[in-house]
Each structure stands twice: as C-alpha cells, then as structure tokens.
C-alpha cells in the first residue's frame, strides 16, 4: 500500500510561491507514477501535474506550465509540487494520487490506486 498524506498548503498572495508536499508510507514508491489533481469550490476535480516512475517525464496542465514543477524523491518517498506565480485561480484543495499505470491523459481521471486527503490552498488578491 502507499498511504498519501499531503502538506503545504496555506495563504499566500497572489504572486507568491508554495511548495506542496506528498508523503508515501511502504516501500513500493518507486513502482507509482505520482500526480497532482486539485478542486475548487463548486468545480470538477481536475488534473494538474504528473511524474513518471523514474521522475524523468513530467506532465502539466497547460493553465500552470510555467508556473508549477512536479518532482519526487524516490529514497525519501516524498512527491512535490513547487507552485510559483500563483494566482486566485489556483484555489482549490490540492490532491496527491499514485497509481500503477504509465501517465496518458485519462489517468487517475475515472480509477486511481491511491488519493491523498487534500490541502487547502488559497491565493489571495
């Protein structure tokens, strides 16, 4: 199993940085490709970063390109999300999810192997 339990989240200013945190429990980390979703009031959840296995490829959605880096430590269990330049429209709660499948662009969308609880984010103007 790879229990995830995300940190991070809080009050920033539009403009600001955040750094998300995933912590995966288990020794199978490595096994996952690791991903970010995230889910504003009242709006589906939607996709907004993946890493492959190795951490390699990466994978954003095109509203944060530029802005977000996905990346993981595989020794330390741990997936990151550095936000920078953040905007009100990045207010959600943001999700960890791990699933044992390669990334295409229906992943962890209708099945994933694990999701974290969430943490809040909120980008102030």
């Known amino acids: 199993q790879v229990p995830l339990v995300e940190s991070g989240g809080g009050l920033v200013q539009a403009g600001g940085s955040l750094r998300l945190s995933c912590a995966a429990s288990g020794r199978t980390f490595g096994s996952y490709t690791m991903g970010w979703f995230r889910q504003a009031p009242g709006k589906e959840r939607e996709f907004v970063a993946a890493?492959?296995?190795?951490?390699?490829?990466?994978y954003y959605a095109d509203s944060v390109k530029g802005r977000f880096t996905i990346s993981r430590d595989n020794a330390k269990n741990t997936l990151y999300l550095q936000m920078n330049s953040l905007k009100p429209e990045d207010t959600a709660v943001y999700y960890c999810a791990a699933d044992s499948r390669p990334y295409d662009s229906s992943w962890c969308t209708y099945r994933c192997n694990y999701w974290g609880q969430g943490t809040q984010v909120r980008v102030s103007s």
């Open positions: 890493i492959s296995r190795s951490g390699i490829t990466t």
